[in-house]
C-alpha cells in the first residue's frame, strides 16, 4: 500500500503544482488586486480601495457592452456546437463508409493552433478574399464579415465553431461508444424508430459524456480570445469587445491590471454561475447513471 500510494503521489504532484501555480495562485493574486488600485511599475505600494472598483466598473457602459456581447456570443455558440457535434457524432457511429476518414478531416482544424486558424480565416474573409471572389462569381455582392458591425459576432461564430465541432465531436463518439448494445437491441426488440431510439437510449446514456462536453466547451468560448486579438481588436463599434479580451486590452494596453483583476472576478462568477445551472439540468441524471 505505500509503494501504491507513493507511485500515485508522484504521478499526481507534477499535475497538482501546475493547477497550483497556473490555477489557484493566479486567482488569489486576481482577488487581491480588485481591491486594490496603484500606478503599475510605481515603487510605492499599491492603495487598499476595497470595493471601489467594482463600483466603478458597474458605472462603466463600456464594461456592460463587454458583458452583453460575451453573453449573447456564448448562448449562440455553445448550443451550436454542442448540437452539430452530436449530430456528426451520431452520423459518424452508424458504419457509413469512409466514416474514419470523415472524422480525421472534421477533427483536423482542432489540431491547428488556434492564432493559425484565426489568420486563415481572416484572409478568407477579407473584403477582397476568396470568400467575397465566390460570392461575387455567383452575383451576390461581397460582404464585409469582420469589419460590419452586423457581421462581425457572426463571423467568430463560424471561425469559432470550425474550431470545436470536431473537437467535442470526438468526445461524443467516445461516448457513444461507451453504450452497452444491449440497449440498442432492447430497442429494437420493443419495435422503437431510430428517433425513439435516439432520445429513450442514447440521450440518457450520454448525459455524463455530454455534461462534460457542455461544460468545457462553455469555458472555452468565454476565455476565446486570439481571434478577437488578431482580426478586430474589440471592434467595429465594440460588437466583438467580449470580456476575455477587454481584460487584456485594460491590464497590457491602458496599463491598468487592478482594473482587469476586477473584470477578471466578475468573469470568473460568470462561468460559475453558468456552469452550476448547466450541472444542475444534466448533472443529477449524469450522476444516477
Known sequence: MRRDLLA?????????????VLRIWPTIVALVNATRSGLPGSLA??????LDLFAQMFSSPAFWNSVVQTLIFNVIVNPLQILLALLLAVLLTQNLPGSGLWRTLIFLPAAVPLAGS????????????????LLELFGLPAQPWFTSPDQVLLSIIVLASWIGIGYWMM??????NDIPPVYYEAARIDGAGPLRTFFSVTLPMLKRPLLFVLVADTVSNFVLFAPVQILTGGGPEGRSNFLMYDIFHRSFELSDPYQASAQLVVLLLLMIAIVAVQFRLLGNGATEE
Open 171 to 176: 468526445f461524443l463518439i467516445a461516448g457513444l
Open 45 to 50: 505600494e499599491p492603495e487598499f480601495v476595497g
Open 118 to 133: 484565426t489568420i486563415v480565416w481572416g484572409i478568407a474573409l477579407r473584403p477582397d478574399g476568396p470568400v467575397n471572389g
Open 8 to 20: 500515485a503521489v508522484c504521478f499526481l504532484l507534477p499535475t497538482v503544482v501546475l493547477i497550483l
